[in-house]
């Protein structure tokens, strides 16, 4: 009998549910070649539930959602709901209550996908982000003082346990030694400065890289890694930082492999139910016009499918999406690529069943 896996399926808002339609297309076209079924179940979560009901993410949802085997996000982010409300209590709280203590950020840049970078190529930007999910300054601790006031004071901490800094620079050696590159692990923070959170950092990666001695060490300020990632991208084999640090490198990973319509990132719990999204908002605009970029929820998707332990129907549809993005669209942003967002599903689809090699 075939494996089946139960995905739970968070369409969100904006262009979310278009984008992760076709990257449910892709993965039913491959998933009885490689001998398992995926069991799609829809959750309603996102700023329309939100502006009828209030309701964010339920703990009841939560329960739901520890029950399936993955989570299949397109987007969080309503043009009518305040920012943050929607953020925090849909994407944040599931980050949290899933206990998807790593933010897995590929950074590779495609042949045939232009970058902003000058002089680089595919060759020169392929790493990959570990970002810490759980901890640092996403926590929500602090609070204000004479709020409103002109004696106003407002402090917002950033929490970092040991263990929590552990098991994310543990799992960070384990995918370099995974990655078929340098084996190398870049620690990106800011010892001169954070001299507490950082200290921490500093000693366990120390404590851990001693167990991992068929990998190399680095180490990068966050303000240099931000540096040397557009002079030097290709330094990097994996980096692994906080979680602030973390989003905000990752999205200047994302403009250097090509922008958001590529980039796809894992929020994973290795221990539980991970959750998978295109790094790009809801973009609200294009809604329902047929015209988004669906490559980044796609790759997700084949992400999804890594982690789950289907390798190569992942690598079917890396190679899919490889080939659609040197050989068939003309440019990765919305209404520009040449083909709508179901005929790029369709290329995408098409290719993984033929299986072709790049
Ligand atoms: C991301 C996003 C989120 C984050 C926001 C929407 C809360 O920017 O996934 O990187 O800051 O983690
Ligand atoms: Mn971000």
């Known amino acids: 009998m075939s494996k089946t896996y139960k995905i739970g399926v968070i369409g969100g808002d904006g262009?979310?549910?278009?984008?992760?339609?076709?990257?449910?297309?892709?993965?039913?076209?491959?998933?009885?070649?490689?001998?398992?079924?995926?069991?799609?179940?829809?959750?309603?979560?996102?700023?329309?539930?939100?502006?009828?009901?209030?309701?964010?993410?339920?703990?009841?949802?939560i329960e739901d959602l520890k029950k399936v085997d993955a989570i299949y996000l397109g987007a969080i982010g309503h043009p009518d709901v305040k920012p943050g409300i929607l953020e925090k209590g849909i994407l944040l709280k599931a980050r949290f209550s899933l206990d998807q203590y790593i933010n897995l950020r590929p950074v590779v840049l495609y042949e045939g996908v232009e970058t902003p970078l000058k002089d680089k190529g595919p060759e020169d930007i392929n790493f990959t982000v570990v970002r810490e999910n759980t901890e640092g300054l996403y926590c929500g601790a602090g609070g204000f003082l004479k709020k409103g006031t002109p004696d106003e004071v407002a402090i917002q901490e950033s929490i970092n346990s040991r263990q929590g800094v552990e098991r994310c620079i543990r799992y960070a050696f384990e995918v370099a030694r995974q990655r078929d590159k340098e084996k190398k692990v870049t620690l990106c923070g800011k010892t001169n400065v954070l001299t507490f959170a950082h200290d921490l950092w500093e000693r366990t990666f120390n404590e851990v890289a001693e167990e991992y001695s068929d990998i190399k060490t680095d180490y990068a300020h966050v303000d240099a890694t931000c540096m040397w990632m557009v002079k030097n991208p290709e330094w990097f084999d994996v980096i692994v930082t906080d979680n602030m640090f973390g989003d905000i490198i990752t999205d200047l990973g994302a403009m250097i492999q090509g922008g958001m319509g590529i980039a796809a990132g894992g929020n994973?719990?290795?221990?539980?139910?991970?959750?998978?999204?295109?790094?790009?908002?809801?973009?609200?605009?294009?809604t329902g016009q047929n015209v988004i970029n669906p490559?980044?929820?796609?790759?997700?998707?084949?992400?999804?499918?890594?982690i789950l332990g289907e390798k190569t129907a992942a690598?079917?549809?890396?190679?899919?999406?490889?080939?659609?993005?040197?050989?068939?669209?003309?440019?990765?942003?919305?209404g520009k690529m040449?083909?709508?967002?179901?005929?790029?599903?369709?290329?995408?689809?098409?290719l993984a069943v033929d299986g072709v090699k790049v």
């Not at 959750?275 to 294009?286: D, H, R, T």
């Not at 080939?323 to 942003?333: F, G, P, R």
């Not at 040449?338 to 098409?350: N, Q, R, S």
């Open 268 to 286: 994973i719990n290795p221990q539980g139910v991970s959750m998978f999204e295109p790094i790009g908002g809801s973009a609200p605009k294009y």
């Open 15 to 61: 262009t979310g549910p278009e984008v992760v339609r076709e990257g449910i297309k892709v993965i039913k076209a491959v998933e009885g070649l490689e001998g398992f079924k995926c069991e799609f179940v829809d959750f309603d979560l996102g700023g329309e539930r939100y502006m009828k009901t209030g309701e964010t993410l339920p703990d009841s949802v």
């Open 315 to 334: 690598d079917r549809i890396e190679n899919a999406v490889k080939k659609v993005v040197a050989e068939k669209i003309k440019s990765l942003s919305a």
């Open 338 to 350: 040449g083909y709508g967002t179901k005929e790029v599903g369709d290329l995408v689809a098409e």
């Open 295 to 306: 490559l980044a929820a796609i790759c997700a998707g084949g992400m999804m499918l890594d």
